[in-house]
């Protein structure tokens, strides 16, 4: 009997869970290096061999797609973006992988603030409302009060913010800029911004850290091109949901890996972010100037 091929729309849910999975499975690894090299030089390491990898895609795509005439809004994406990585990847060997992905759930709601000042977007009530249970849910999370604020928590929030700038930066080059171009240029951008940095915590790395950066960059890439994959087999509406398997990924890597059980309020605060960061996404679709689907790491 004949296997019947995916509909298109199932081929969209399959590459966003597997998508999710590679993206977290990045963090993951990076974190196991983290006993020998420092995130900063991590963070260089993500960047640059992601760059190679993408050295094909820029074969295939000719040397039309590395032509722009934005180079200045090009430099402050990769500003932002690098400062957004950088802040990531210090994070990431502070806080539970569970806790750092639900609180990265708050990305689109950093993109609707955003989107006032630099847009010119209205602050409706709805908007407002989406944003205030959104932030509520970060706060079920962090608890001020209840215990005493982690460090990593401040910096993946501050982290989500800066990646929020290079968002509407990204929703601005779309318009004139292909997506191969955008992306070229994101990842040289942020090679080169992230290379000073780890020059001040620099050491060679051994032979198996070497190798895990190639595998995590690997998973990074892949995974930022199946989320775009799945965003064009399927309407955001059906696959967006799928994108809160990154929470069950975490929670999964990082019980395997570093022995963390996520507490109920990471549980709690990631569904509440998540659901009002998906109405948020959901409505932005409806009005004439959507924003674009948000990937990070």
Excluded at 11 to 35: F, H, K, N, P, W
Excluded at 160 to 171: D, E, G, R, S, Y
Excluded at 249 to 255: K, P
Aim: charged share 10%; proline share 5%; hydrophobic share 60%.
């Amino acid at each position: 009997m004949a296997i019947k091929p995916l509909s298109a729309n199932l081929r969209g849910i399959v590459y966003m869970i597997v998508s999710t999975a590679l993206l977290t499975s990045m963090s993951a690894l990076m974190r196991t290096q983290m006993e020998e090299l420092h995130p900063l030089q991590l963070a260089f390491f993500r960047n640059f061999f992601g760059l190679i990898l993408l050295l094909p895609f820029l074969w295939r795509a000719g040397l039309a797609s590395i032509k722009t005439s934005h180079w200045g809004l090009m430099t402050i994406r990769g500003v932002f973006n690098a400062v957004a990585m950088l802040l990531f990847f210090t994070a990431l060997n502070m806080l539970p992988l569970a806790d750092i992905s639900a609180l990265s759930f708050t990305t689109p709601l950093f993109v609707a603030l955003m989107a006032i000042p630099f847009l010119g977007e209205r602050l409706g009530p709805r908007r407002i409302a989406s944003l205030v249970i959104g932030f509520g849910g970060a706060l079920i999370i962090i608890r001020p009060g209840f215990e005493a604020v982690n460090i990593g928590a401040v910096l993946t929030i501050v982290s989500v913010a800066a990646w929020a700038v290079a968002v509407v930066a990204i929703k601005i080059l779309s318009r004139t800029d292909s997506s191969v171009t955008i992306t070229l240029y994101g990842m040289l951008f942020l090679t080169v911004f992230t290379f000073p940095p780890a020059l001040f915590v620099w050491q060679w790395p051994s032979l198996e850290a070497t190798l895990v950066s190639v595998a995590a960059a690997g998973a990074g890439t892949l995974g930022q091109v199946l989320f775009a994959q799945a965003m064009r087999n399927a309407d955001a509406t059906l696959v967006m949901p799928f994108d809160f398997t990154k929470l069950i990924w975490a929670a999964l890597f990082g019980y395997l890996l570093f022995a963390e059980i996520p507490t109920i309020w990471t549980w709690l605060g990631g569904a509440v972010i998540f659901a009002s960061a998906t109405y948020q996404t959901y409505r932005e679709r409806d009005t004439t100037k959507p924003l674009p689907p948000v990937v990070t790491g």
